[in-house]
């Protein structure tokens, strides 16, 4: 007697039935188009990378929520945990086929065996795109443009877009003589939106003492304008220096574009990975803060130089597609649909089923999509399936509309029925109730 295994999944991982999957899928394209509209292009890169090359800059906790294990073959391998490192490793390996600068994106899976709450998951969908080979306020800002671009091609309602510069955090640190405990606060500071002032005064106050924690906090306070802010950063962090100078210039684009009001300038984005250089950046969802950054990332200048001599300095951003739609879906902005089909041809007559197929085809042609139904089952049946997935319309052909030349069309939203059409006429009237 064979036994049943229990269908279980492990914690942290989907099964994406159709209505999600279509929905995760119109995402992606809408993506790929605001991304291929900036000039960037697509790679690919292996799920399985040898440990030693995704242990190389990530941080402690990244590393330890690692998926790594030993293959048949006794090699050290992990589950890559983001796009970046292995697209560093990408870069230094394939240099001689590339040209600079270079900008690609990248969608699909990544692992971290991290703890799952809303929105964050241990098998998750990144969207990445990057720029390498050139290190200037431009690229810096057409990065900050693309994450902009790909929020309002997917029609995400009140996001803010919030900057900062890692050098200039660094060099304040540096006349508090915490240089060396830099990448400690940085990731302290960076969780203060999720555990809050108190708990951040209280951790710094461990890693320095109680003056320059709150020396810190000070830092970190924005004020009410983007340049009242960089002024007050600069002051503090010891005056005007490349850092400030590559925020002026950015800003000026800002200006440039009338854009004022979509980024801000807030010190206390600091991005809990080692390998950011300069500006980093997150956004928010307004209505929903609680989820956190659907879209974050910064300039990564010496990341490569792990793989290779030649320098490759890059910047780029990341959006969580997970954490972005289960926001969406919980705001109520989710546009899922339960089918790509837009038309039903029915099985009536199973000796038609050669002609429902031509039928099928002259609607593809015409920009439809439609499908057939295979077997020959009660009207009752036929109709049902069709409005079980979302189909707004069937076409109805028996054997005495075959004979005839003509067909039925029936509207499954409003029940209406468009009878003794010719397959032109039920073409021209399919287009009129799906526009």
Request: proline share 3%.
């Amino acid at each position: 007697m064979s036994t049943i295994i229990e269908p279980k999944i492990l914690k942290g991982f989907r099964d994406f039935l159709p209505a999600t999957e279509i929905e995760r899928k119109r995402v992606i394209r809408l993506l790929e188009d605001a991304f291929e509209g900036y000039g960037f292009v697509p790679i690919d890169t292996p799920v399985l990378e040898y440990t030693e090359v995704l242990l190389g800059k990530g941080s402690g906790e990244t590393d330890k929520q690692m998926y790594r294990f030993f293959d048949n073959g006794k090699r050290d391998i992990a589950l890559r945990f983001d796009l970046t490192i292995p697209f560093a490793r990408f870069m230094a390996k394939n240099r001689s086929d590339l040209y600079l600068p270079f900008k690609r994106y990248h969608i699909n899976k990544v692992w971290r065996g991290e703890n799952t709450q809303k929105g964050r998951y241990r098998e998750f969908t990144q969207c990445d795109f990057d720029i390498v080979g050139t290190d200037c306020a431009s690229a810096d800002f057409e990065i900050l443009m693309m994450m902009r671009r790909s929020l309002k091609a997917l029609e995400v309602p009140g996001c803010t877009i919030r900057l900062n510069h890692r050098g200039i955090f660094n060099r304040f640190l540096e006349l508090l003589s915490l240089r060396e405990q830099s990448e400690e606060v940085l990731r302290t500071v960076d969780k203060i939106a999720k555990i809050g002032r108190e708990e951040v005064l209280r951790l710094l106050t461990e890693i320095s003492d109680a003056p320059a924690a709150l020396q810190i906090l000070d830092f970190i306070q924005k004020e009410e304008t983007f340049s009242a802010t960089l002024s007050k950063m600069e002051k503090l962090a010891g005056g005007e220096d490349e850092d400030t100078l590559r925020l002026k210039e950015i800003y000026s684009y800002i200006q440039e574009l009338n854009l004022e009001d979509a980024f801000e300038l807030d010190p206390s984005i600091t991005r809990g990975l080692d390998y950011y250089t300069g500006i980093v950046f997150e956004t928010f969802l307004n209505d929903l803060p609680s989820i956190g950054s659907v879209c974050s990332g910064g300039r990564y200048n010496n990341l490569a130089g792990l793989y290779t001599k030649e320098s490759l300095p890059g910047v780029g951003s990341s959006i969580g597609l997970d954490r972005l739609m289960a926001g969406l879906e919980e705001l109520g902005r989710s546009a899922q649909k339960n089918s790509h089909s837009q038309l039903l041809i029915l099985n009536m007559d199973k000796n038609l089923v050669g002609y429902y197929h031509k039928l099928a085809e002259d609607f593809r042609e015409a920009g439809f999509r439609c499908e057939v139904y295979h077997e020959s089952k009660k009207f009752v049946n036929q109709i049902k399936f069709a409005e079980a997935k979302g189909i707004p319309l069937a076409l109805i052909c028996g054997s005495n509309e075959k004979e005839a030349g003509t067909v039925n069309l029936k509207n499954l939203k409003t029940r209406e029925s468009f009878e003794g059409l010719t397959p032109e006429e039920a073409l021209k009237k399919a287009g009129e109730i799906i526009d």
